[in-house]
């Protein structure tokens, strides 16, 4: 395993109890930050997704308290090498059933791992390869755009992935609509025009797509917006790019279908403005 | 805390590692099992549905090797009261990322809790009061059916059910077709025929429905159907009951809707006569 370091609720350790609700019901929410330089980037954003998720499902929580282990755990450590930190907040533990624990003590769990950035690195450079999934995501606007533990809808089209030998998925909701790719969210451009899928129904809202949308773009004067993307708007695209935290910008060059057919996209210049000039700063 | 003893991997011990995937994603499976007069009740159907989940979700496993750890556990205790025995089993640790561990350790979990049935019998007795949930349960026929660790929507419902003070709820589905309670399924009784919602889009098909639909129901004379039922139709039944590996069989008397209106149902004989003839008979 990449090396890791491990604090549960401030204290260095790497086992939780079976009976944490993270466990039994993903009651709970998580973020994966890239931590470069010694600084945690877009942490304001990610703290603010975290927030919105943890009231959504109703769990208690301190956020001076996860910014303090935060902090504390990159002080303990001065030469912590660049990786990744992933919270896990969950709702702590309790008894058999869905009841909920009165008081509830939530869980606070922070994991930095080594990262070697050489598989993002390539892709940057050759651009990513999807497979369109057979997987479609269910709608429920209750849990749509935040980041918690229920993902098994991202592990079957994991599995897809590997099998087709692609680097990420083009994923599409119910209503065979383009909502993200599976660990990032999906952009694309046409005739100029930059815009990316509404997250209301389904998918989960990334913070660099959050940051790209209502700072990035606006800075590179580029107007984004959010709609309904249909396939064959999708396949008419001049550009497609994805993004997430860790990767930044990546453009998706190709798509293979269930037929083994394939579309491809140009790395186009559109794309290769905003990776450029988003590796450039320090977000 | 409820007197519990839990082993992982064959081993007492109530710690887990913080990279297991059910904790990361909810990939696992669990089962919710009555032992009672030192046997756990209606194993072989738990055991198969448990497969059945394992299979859907990609996870390695021995089911020979849960036989044997379930039969020491109940060995080793010679004195172990009536409880209920939970199992989980996850997809085991793995790096960061839906990536799939390759090779992939699963993770058994058995957890052997004390149970009061005092709740129970009192819910036997007076008939449940259940409330219409806001709560739409997604459409994901690639999940539908089997007990998966992914249950933010049972977690949300729940919290409705607790801040009406009602015993349990009454769930739809995103067509508003009546799906299941919050931790049992439904039947109705119309004009002396029986009927329980399909549950091919979303739901969890319980060990107890499926024992009723196909074993239980027979033998008592009664024919039983899974069908597309609206609420129109459930207003309209003679008698609802909920089951579940717990309780057996409980009647629903009393629905309790958003705008505080309600609707009762009687406690009618055709429950009364399934309830008993399962009360008497060793499951």
Redesign the interface.
């Known amino acids: 395993?990449?090396e890791?370091i491990?604090w549960?609720n401030g204290r260095e350790q790497?086992?939780?109890?079976?009976?944490?609700?993270?466990?039994?019901?993903?009651?709970g929410v998580?973020e994966?930050i890239l931590f470069r330089s010694r600084k945690l980037q877009l942490l304001d954003l990610h703290l603010q997704r975290l927030e919105q998720g943890l009231q959504c499902?109703?769990i208690e929580y301190s956020l001076e308290l996860i910014q303090e282990e935060l902090e504390r755990l990159i002080l303990n450590h001065p030469a912590l090498p660049n990786g990744?930190v992933?919270i896990?907040i969950?709702?702590g533990?309790s008894?058999?059933?869905?009841?909920?624990p009165q008081p509830m003590q939530s869980t606070r769990?922070l994991?930095w791992?080594q990262y070697d950035d050489a598989q993002a690195a390539q892709l940057k450079q050759q651009g990513a390869h999807l497979l369109l999934s057979s997987?479609r995501l269910?709608?429920?606007p209750?849990?749509a755009g935040i980041k918690?533990?229920?993902?098994?809808?991202?592990?079957?089209?994991?599995?897809e992935v590997?099998q087709h030998q692609c680097d990420e998925a083009l994923v599409l909701d119910?209503n065979e609509h383009v909502i993200e790719a599976?660990?990032a969210n999906i952009f694309m451009v046409h005739q100029g025009q930059i815009s990316t899928p509404q997250l209301h129904l389904?998918g989960v809202a990334g913070v660099m797509r959050r940051y790209l949308l209502e700072t990035f773009l606006p800075f590179l004067d580029f107007y984004a917006e959010e709609k309904i993307i249909s396939l064959s708007e999708l396949y008419q695209a001049d550009e497609v790019f994805l993004t997430n935290s860790i990767w930044g910008v990546v453009a998706a060059v190709r798509l293979k279908r269930a037929n083994n057919e394939a579309i491809s996209w140009s790395s186009g210049s559109i794309t290769q403005k905003i990776q450029q000039a988003l590796l450039r700063q320090e977000v």
Chains 1, 2 share one sequence.
């Open positions: 395993m990449a890791k491990v549960i790497n086992q939780l109890s079976v009976f944490d609700r993270g466990l039994a019901y993903g009651h998580f994966t499902l109703g990744i992933k896990i969950t709702a533990d008894e058999r059933g869905y009841a909920w769990i994991i791992s997987v269910a709608h429920q209750l849990l918690h533990l229920n993902r098994l809808e991202q592990i079957l089209i994991r599995r590997e119910s599976n660990s389904c």
